[in-house]
């Protein structure tokens, strides 16, 4: 087992780091209010779509763990959530099309992920969020081999600008199971786009909802078999669990590093404040936290690509211990500095988005419920599990 970077990957993570170094750090005090297109653009220009794509479709070769390296840099420098987490939807779109796409989807879409357009995934809707197989988005079969879509999603990130959906819907006529992926084109006929959310924090990644209302289809559009959606849905999902819990763990490097300094600079009581025992419980509780998921990623990934099934799992462990450091971390930073942490400015900025990790990429409860189903899964009788279908596998 080798755990360390190749040299190419090193100079690909430095590539990244100074990319993210130089966003607007003025913007960031204050929260992102907009898409950053022009780092979009200049992430397009250092190579990095071209790194989720195949050869044979104009990219240089799938190597996630170059584009693990790249993401890790952006993530140990930008400082703010929003622009990694569209990167991370990107990186799910590009490997559910190279998992599952036929030669023309992956023609037409790998195409446009290559100019940098914007995908989206649409699983959450509004009436049953975590429940995906509960799901009233429908896919209706019509005549000739055509369908139709109906129903509406919330939440999704990039709704208001992608060019293109992969929406998770339920092919009519079947009860819990029946899960389908569609991909949609953001000015097919039936699309509504409705208007940016207003959030928390992340203000630089748009979110909102779309509606589908006979949205015409035909099996061009559907991404692997219709019905049987929830396997796939979940590999490719995975990946975007795992790199939720790298950047998380990543985004809280320099936010640890410059608490330290400050906590040797601050003083109280005629000492500095580092010296308090209470105060190092918060630092060593944020590099524990922040280790622990970057470490439990790393592993969930080689997992992944290696088609171990304990993949699912480890993903929804990486996602989950991400969430806990950055959140966690974030009210710890808050309150070593003091009120200084609540004044506008990257503390205060740091925790309105890192909140958005409790509910992006998954709930805790949802995510324990995974860890939960797998665990139980694992201690069936291996014939037994072999058969069952995808009753145990949580999705949103
Ligand atoms: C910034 C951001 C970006 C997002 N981007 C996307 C995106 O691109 N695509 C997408 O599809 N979604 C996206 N989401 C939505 C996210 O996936 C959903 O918020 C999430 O799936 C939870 O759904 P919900 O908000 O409807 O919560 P609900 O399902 O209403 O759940 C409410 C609460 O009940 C808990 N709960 C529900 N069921 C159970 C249970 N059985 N046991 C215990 N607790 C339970 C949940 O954990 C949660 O705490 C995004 C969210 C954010 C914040």
């Known amino acids: 087992m080798d755990l360390s970077w190749t040299s190419r990957q090193l100079s690909i993570r430095a590539e990244f780091a100074s990319l993210g170094s130089r966003t607007d750090r003025d913007e960031l005090r204050l929260g992102r209010r907009a898409f950053d297109q022009q780092t979009w653009d200049q992430l397009g220009g250092a190579g990095l779509w071209q790194m989720m794509v195949p050869t044979d479709f104009g990219g240089t070769g799938v190597d996630w763990w170059d584009v693990t390296a790249a993401l890790e840099g952006l993530a140990s420098t930008i400082r703010t959530p929003g622009l990694l987490l569209s990167v991370i939807a990107q990186a799910g779109m590009a490997y559910a099309l190279d998992l599952f796409g036929t030669t023309a989807q992956k023609s ?46 919330y939440n999704i990130a990039h709704a208001p600008v992608a060019s293109f959906t992969l929406v998770v819907c339920k ?24 208007p940016q959310d207003r959030k928390l924090g992340n203000l630089d990644l748009p979110t909102g909802q779309l509606t589908f209302e006979d949205v015409p289809l035909h099996y061009g559009h559907i991404l692997g078999v219709p019905g049987e959606g929830l396997r796939n849905l979940v590999r490719f999902v995975s990946l ?11 985004l809280c490097e320099p936010m640890l590093a410059e608490a ?7 003083q109280t009581f005629g000492q500095p404040i580092v010296d308090h025992q209470y105060v190092q419980k918060k630092l060593t ?31 929804s462990i990486a996602k989950l211990a991400g969430a ?10 808050l309150k070593l ?60």
């Open 285 to 315: 509780d944020m590099r524990i936290a922040a280790d622990s998921a970057k470490w439990v990623s790393y592993g969930a990934l080689h997992q992944l690509l290696s088609g171990a099934p304990e993949a699912v799992m480890s993903c």
């Open 108 to 153: 037409d879409y790998f195409r446009r992920i290559l100019r940098g357009e914007l995908s989206a995934t649409a699983i959450a809707d509004p009436d049953t969020g975590t429940d995906v197989r509960a799901s009233s988005t429908f896919l209706s079969p019509r005549a000739n081999e055509t369908f139709v879509l109906n129903g509406r999603k």
């Open 171 to 194: 092919l009519e006529g079947h009860a819990r199971d029946g899960i389908s992926l569609v991909l949609v084109d953001q000015n097919c006929k039936g699309v509504t786009i409705g």
């Open 324 to 333: 806990s450091a950055i959140t966690d971390g974030a009210v710890d930073l």
């Open 260 to 266: 330290l300094s400050y906590a040797k600079t601050r």
């Open 240 to 250: 975007g669990r795992l790199y939720y819990g790298l950047v998380a763990a990543t």
């Open 337 to 396: 500095y003091g009120s200084r942490g609540y004044h506008e400015g990257e503390v205060s900025t740091f925790l309105r988005d890192a909140l958005a990790f409790c509910s992006v990429g998954g709930t805790e409860e949802m995510h324990r419920r995974n860890i939960m189903n797998q665990m139980m899964r694992k201690a069936r009788p291996a014939a037994k599990a072999a058969v069952e279908p995808a009753r145990d596998l949580e999705t949103a």
